[in-house]
Nanobody, 115 residues
């Protein structure tokens, strides 16, 4: 059974930073494209950033220059570094692993940006 364990959310003031983590098995980490999605209350889930097994990355326009995605092969973990957080970044963030038609999700971690 594929397991993605996402963590690192919390309450942060506007302008602050958080780092989310997503840990999985080596077989998933080495083969799947890993990504982060988010879903705010009343809104659809949206893609935030992805990183391929080869290390290629992409970010949504709304977070470019503020968020970055990276991976640590020694820990089978993907990170989402979030800087200059805004209230509109408030959402539940979900880790995703995707390989062709196969897609798996973490349980989500809540990020609240508020003063």
């Amino acid at each position: 059974q594929v397991q993605l364990v996402d963590s690192g959310g919390g309450l942060v003031q506007p302008g602050g930073s958080l780092r989310l983590s997503c840990s999985t098995s080596k077989s998933i980490f080495d083969s799947y494209t890993m990504g982060w999605y988010r879903q705010a209350p009343g809104k659809e889930r949206e893609l935030v950033a992805t990183i391929s097994s080869a290390g290629g990355t992409s970010c949504a326009d709304s977070v470019k220059g503020r968020f970055s995605i990276s991976r640590d092969a020694a820990k089978n973990t993907v990170y989402l570094q979030m800087n200059s957080l805004k209230p509109e970044d408030t959402a539940t963030y979900y880790c995703n692993a995707r390989y062709f038609v196969h897609s798996y999700w973490g349980k989500g971690t809540l990020v609240t940006v508020s003063s």
